[in-house]
């Protein structure tokens, strides 16, 4: 089957969430359901750049030659990967090869290969976005995730109080699924690398004591995007 492809890259790190610090190929999807005002790719969905509809076997020799044998992880993100269907035959290419794979989504489509990820973040979005949760989905998805044990995390970007608020709410509403707060990036077109990086840590601060003052944030992780940090808003690490 294929899927569309904005771009692969790697090996790097997983900059964010979960599983943060893991050595991981990526795989970029185009096109998404949501429109976020922050997005950091929105060149996945804004009509900016092209993609490339791939079949799964041209992906995996395509993650081969440019990751050789340096890669063990395979990271599936977009844009929203849960639009698209052929996702399942490549997970079970990548497992064929002993690799692992990851998912990045938002949590407002379901589909059945969800539950044959290792990995998966659910990235329900805050109210800075733009968007709105339709937690009755949400719902359906942590419960098809949590019934088939998967290995599941949610992750809200934060970028004012208001989305303080929603991420407690969230939390709230689904106390066993290990939850991370990650700080929000607002000027991802910038590449004033120093600046943007004194502005994250600042804000990585705030969201710390922030998180620090709440006594319902008590059994939460607080995390930076990692290669913001490192590599700025540069694309494709
Ligand atoms: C680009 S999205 C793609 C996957 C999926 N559409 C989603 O939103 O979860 C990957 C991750 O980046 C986060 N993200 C997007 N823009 C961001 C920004 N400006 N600052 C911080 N995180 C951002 C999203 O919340 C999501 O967790
Ligand atoms: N290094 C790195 N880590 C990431 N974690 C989530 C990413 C994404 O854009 O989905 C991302 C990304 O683009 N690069
Ligand atoms: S859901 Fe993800 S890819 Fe889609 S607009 Fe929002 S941050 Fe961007
Ligand atoms: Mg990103």
Redesign the pocket.
Known sequence: MKIPVMELFGPTIQGEGMVIGQKTMFVRTGG?????SW????F??DGSARSTLMETEAIVSELEKIGGERFSHVTIS???PALHKGIGELIELCHQRGWKVAVET?GSLWQDWMLAIDDVTI?P?PPS?G?ETDFAKLDHYIEQLTAASSNASLKVVIFDEADFTYAEHVHKRYPAVPFFLQIGNDDSTTTDDEALVAKLLSRFEWLIERTIESKEMNDVKVLPQLHTLLWGNKRGV
């Open positions: 998404c359901d949501y429109s976020c997005c950091d790719s929105s996945t969905w977009g844009g929203n938002q990235s979005k976005s968007m």
